[in-house]
């Protein structure tokens, strides 16, 4: 077996892969950089503009968001989409996003090798998904600031690509 799918895959080849996500846009990006051991903290100086959810958050400092009750955070929680943990996270990330506001997200990410479980990515195209064939004319109805990811904002990675 090669050294590169030991240390990048962390199985033999003999060994099958137990989590195979289908699918290389921005959903399998960012459950890719969960399963590959990025875990998500509240920032310690943090304040989230839900009083409720900053209430809950202060409850545990320090404590990885993995590691809490999502129920327990989620309860109380409104936006666009109806999963609850779903818009726990549109809330870490992009606090009041869905109300008009651009609060910078109050998580921090933390590499912790020991969590990281081997897995693949399948998709047809590059990572990215559909976002390679929106030509620059096109128009999108999500804002910029939803176009991020975990530990990477939109704008930050245009900046670099100097777009």
Avoid at 1 to 9: A, C, E, G
Avoid at 52 to 81: H, N, T, W
Avoid at 136 to 153: A, F, I, K, N, R
């Amino acid at each position: 077996m090669s050294n590169w799918r030991k240390d990048h895959l962390g199985a033999s080849s003999s060994e099958p892969l137990k989590v195979i996500i289908i699918g290389n846009g921005p959903s399998g990006i960012c459950l890719s950089y969960l399963l590959s051991g990025y875990t998500p903290y509240v920032k310690p100086d943090a304040v989230h503009p839900h009083p409720l959810l900053q209430r809950k958050l202060s409850e545990a400092p320090g404590v990885s968001i993995l590691d809490q009750d999502l129920d327990y955070l989620s309860e109380g929680l409104e936006g666009r989409c109806q999963s609850p943990v779903a818009l726990l996270f549109d809330a870490l990330l992009r606090p009041d996003t869905d109300f008009g506001g651009n609060t910078e997200s109050v998580l921090t990410w933390k590499l912790q090798k020991e969590r990281a479980i081997p897995h693949v990515v399948l998709g047809r195209n590059l990572p990215g998904g559909a976002w390679h064939s929106i030509e620059g004319s096109m128009v999108t109805l999500s804002q910029g600031q939803w176009m991020g990811l975990p530990d990477l904002e939109v704008k930050d990675w245009m900046r670099r690509k100097r777009r």
